[in-house]
């Protein structure tokens, strides 16, 4: 379970990368926030829906179900993504290159998903667990 939950998150982090880098480059204002966060979309959306299927074996329960565990996922995303962008922005004020933006990135994406890998095995995905 984890071996695949560590691949996805490299998949979600080459998307997010690749959109990030697409964004900077078609983005005429402003191109580091909205690479982040554009970024950041692609690799979330990718993420829950690997996660959901093949790597916690997690069905479709209904509606009000699934909105609970894409609204739980989401605040988690959120607070591990506030951790990927400290690391992100302060490679980037600290050196101001794009290989230190980048690999400030893949440092906080890597600390943000194994603090998420917990989190969704222990509350968002749990009924499957058992």
């Known amino acids: 379970m984890f071996v695949r939950y560590v691949l996805f998150a490299i998949l979600a982090t080459l998307a997010n990368l690749l959109t990030q880098e697409v964004t900077v480059r078609l983005a005429p204002v402003a191109p580091l ?3 982040i966060l554009m970024g950041t979309v ?7 829906l690997l ?3 093949w790597v916690f074996d997690d069905g479709y329960d209904g509606h009000k179900q699934e909105l609970q565990k894409i609204t739980l996922y989401g605040a988690f995303s959120v607070l591990t993504t ?4 400290g690391f992100e922005i302060a490679f980037w004020a600290i050196w101001r290159t794009d290989f230190a933006k ?7 994406l890597a600390v943000g998903y194994a603090a998420k890998f917990m989190l969704d095995r222990s509350f968002v995905f749990k009924e499957r667990q058992a």
């Not at 506030?82 to 962008?85: A, D, G, I, R, S």
């Not at 980048?102 to 906080?108: D, I, K, P, Q, T």
């Open 33 to 35: 926030a909205l690479s």
């Open 42 to 48: 692609a690799g979330f959306v990718l993420k829950y």
């Open 51 to 53: 996660d959901k299927k």
């Open 82 to 85: 506030l951790v990927f962008w």
């Open 102 to 108: 980048y690999s400030g990135a893949v440092l906080g």
